[in-house]
């Protein structure tokens, strides 16, 4: 994955009325990276990407697309977009392939052998001369991608791409993504109400709540030793050590359960919770360590509201 930002939102703003709907929302994508849009309902996601592509204007703020400005130069910063926003739009009557020749009329210089190497890359090569009516929903899918990599973009914008796929249609569109992003360098943000999907397909995602950006986190970091882990410890006298740890971890970190000490914390800091615990004359029993998953650490920073 490439270090350079292909996308940039500087302090982005959306109000409606005294409404505001986008809370100076500021990011940096970069080429080759698989970029999620996390949130609970109502966070911001589909406005933030409309925003992007111009569907609705910004109220404050800026957006920069490969070093041009949406808001000074938007025809010529859309060049370098390519976009599914809800589903895509084709002619069901025509072959995929009719599809593609129509989509490449409205870019200048899509030659034919581009639209192979897009239908190669989608791996639509033995469908595409088949009326798309007959398509199933994740070939349509694949379809509307490649129309959307006609003309080469930087940044590629999937709003809900999993709606209606089965299992195996996720599984294959994901695997696409990655290999767009890795093999053309180019930055693929989504948003998605599959957090599982969402952990498989990103490197990194941003969480959204009311308009605000809450966090940007790497999806390998989330899944390392680095991140929250919950710590159940067993000992002789839970209240006693409930109250010689609190001076080392916030009170609401630490809750006593069947009997045994229920923790969150950083693996790393389990050795400085055994010395306290053996300087308190605490007798430990046994010391269980699980990992959180990443929904659990989505609702925590979310404080439990849904992610969609």
């Known amino acids: 994955m490439s270090e350079e930002a292909v996308l940039q939102l500087r302090n982005v703003t959306k109000k409606i009325g005294r409404r505001t709907i986008i809370d100076q929302l500021s990011l940096d994508i970069s080429r080759g990276e698989v970029f999620g849009l996390l949130g ?35 025809e010529l910063a859309m060049t370098h977009v390519g976009a599914i926003v ?65 003309h080469r973009p930087s940044v590629l914008i999937l709003d809900e791409p999993t709606n209606g796929l089965d299992p195996a249609g996720i599984r294959e569109l994901r695997e696409y993504l990655r290999h767009l992003a890795r093999e053309e360098g180019i930055a693929v943000i ?55 740890l609190i001076s080392l971890l916030p009170a609401e970190h630490i809750a006593i359960r069947g009997g045994r000490l229920e923790i969150t914390a950083e693996r790393q800091r389990i050795p400085e919770l055994i010395r306290a615990l053996v300087h308190a004359e605490i007798d430990v029993y046994g010391i269980h360590v699980v990992q959180q998953s990443l929904e659990e650490q989505f609702l925590e920073i979310t404080r439990g509201e849904q992610i969609v």
């Open 190 to 244: 989504v948003s998605s109400h599959l957090l599982s999907e969402m952990e498989l397909m990103c490197d990194r995602v941003a969480v959204l709540q009311t308009g605000r950006l809450i966090d940007v986190r790497s999806v390998h970091e989330m899944k390392s030793a680095g991140g929250k882990h919950q710590i159940l410890i067993e000992v002789s006298e839970p209240e006693l050590t409930k109250e010689a």
């Open 40 to 74: 609970p309902n109502g966070a911001g996601k589909t406005t933030t990407i409309r925003m992007i592509v111009g569907l609705i204007s910004m109220t404050k703020g800026e957006v920069i697309i490969n070093g041009v400005s949406v808001r000074k130069q938007f």
């Open 86 to 150: 809800e589903n895509p739009e084709m002619y069901k009557f025509l072959t995929g392939y009719q599809n593609l020749l129509q989509a490449a009329r409205k870019h200048s210089g899509v030659t034919k052998e581009r639209i192979r190497e897009v239908i190669e890359l989608v791996g639509l090569q033995h469908r595409i001369h088949e009326k798309v009516k007959r398509y199933s929903l994740g070939m349509r899918q694949r379809l509307g991608i490649a129309q959307s990599l006609l």
